[in-house]
């Protein structure tokens, strides 16, 4: 089992920055693939970003260059760093973890990010 805990929301200007953090615990004998997705009022949750164990990395065509998805030497913790914040960027994000043999999936609890214009 795969415990998910998010951080490092909060209440930023457009044009500032966050970095969030995604701490994992608890193991399984996996590859691991570790995704951000966000999900806004009224709206779908979507993919943000993803980084898997080689540390190869993909992002959605909104992030633009804006951001970068991170992890640490012992894959415990990823992070997302955004930059030049928009107003639209204003989302619960939440992070995932993938075993990519099994398939099975678990999602942390969400930390929010605000965003004024």
């Known amino acids: 089992q795969v415990h998910l805990v998010e951080s490092g929301g909060g209440s930023v200007p457009a044009g500032g920055s966050l970095r969030l953090s995604c701490a994992a615990s608890g193991y399984t004998s996996c590859i691991y693939r570790t995704s951000w997705h966000r999900q806004a009022p009224g709206k779908e949750r979507g993919f943000v970003a993803n980084?898997?164990?080689?540390?190869?990395?993909d992002y959605a065509d909104f992030v633009e260059g804006r951001f970068s998805i991170s992890q640490d030497n012992t894959k415990s913790t990823v992070y997302l760093q955004m930059n030049s914040l928009k107003a639209e960027d204003t989302a619960m994000y939440y992070c995932k973890r993938t075993c990519i043999i099994t398939g099975l999936t678990w999602w942390g609890q969400g930390t929010q990010v605000t965003v004024s214009s």
């Open positions: 980084i898997d164990a080689d540390g190869s990395t």
